[in-house]
């Protein structure tokens, strides 16, 4: 199986900051990467696909990028209602799902 | 709009079988693939497989051929997902979600004598 490792697991942030979420593969997985948010009691919802694509509806300061094995989210200008757990998903070989990046106000 | 409506919570003997539901609507339901996920404070996200529901066909996570049998019933435009000789490890939260673009709201299947 593919593994997915998330960095940081926890990471502090003041609304407007620029914030970088990391997302590692155990193996090349090419272009076949998303990236969701979660709050609490909802489902996830789909930020952006194919490691760059922002989903429908999802605001421009959101993107992705990356290739390979290594990936990145970022926020432009961290909102309060960006306050949620990020997690990011491989479906070059079936799925798997990182442990997740919770962000918090500091 | 897209929508995935789950069946509600089940509570379950160890040993017995529940079959969750799926019920899209929004979209073609032939259009896309329907995947059921599970989710645990232990083990995080786990895929367990997809159904074409155009054709039917199956693909499943390695760890799940046995435990978990998906199918459609296109007709009411519902995945179902059977989970077998449940035991409490099968506690969880199980999600469909269509493509990987829209996630269901998730049913607790509970797993205790």
């Known amino acids: 199986d593919i593994q997915m490792t998330q960095s940081p697991s926890l990471l502090s942030a003041s609304v407007g900051d620029r914030v970088t979420l990391n997302c590692k593969a155990s193996?090349?997985?090419?272009?076949?990467l998303a990236w969701y948010q979660r709050k609490l009691g909802e489902a996830p919802k789909l930020l952006i696909y194919?490691?760059?694509s922002l989903q429908t509806g999802i605001p421009s300061r959101f993107s992705g990028s990356g290739s390979g094995t290594d990936f990145t989210l970022t926020i432009s200008s961290l909102q309060p209602e960006d306050l949620a757990t990020y997690f990011c998903?491989?479906?070059?070989?079936?799925?798997?799902f990182g442990g997740g990046t919770t962000l918090e106000l500091k | 709009q897209v929508q995935l409506q789950q069946s509600g919570a089940e509570l379950a003997k160890p040993g017995s079988s529940v079959k969750i539901s799926c019920t899209a609507s929004?979209?073609?339901?032939?259009?896309?693939?329907i995947s059921w996920i599970k989710e645990t404070p232990g083990q995080g996200l786990e895929y367990i497989g997809y159904?074409?529901?155009?054709?039917?066909?199956?693909n499943y996570n390695e760890k799940f051929k046995g435990k978990a049998a998906l199918t459609v019933d296109k007709s009411s435009t519902t995945a179902f997902m059977q989970l077998s000789s449940l035991t409490p490890d099968d506690s969880a939260v199980y999600y469909c979600?269509?493509?990987?673009?829209?996630w269901g709201p998730g049913t607790m299947v509970t797993v205790s004598s």
């Open positions: 979600a269509r493509s990987v673009s829209f």
């Open positions: 929004g979209y073609t339901f032939t259009s896309y693939s």
């Open positions: 159904i074409n529901p155009g054709s039917g066909g199956t």
């Open positions: 193996q090349n997985i090419y272009q076949h």
């Open positions: 194919n490691v760059n």
């Open positions: 998903q491989q479906y070059f070989s079936g799925w798997t």
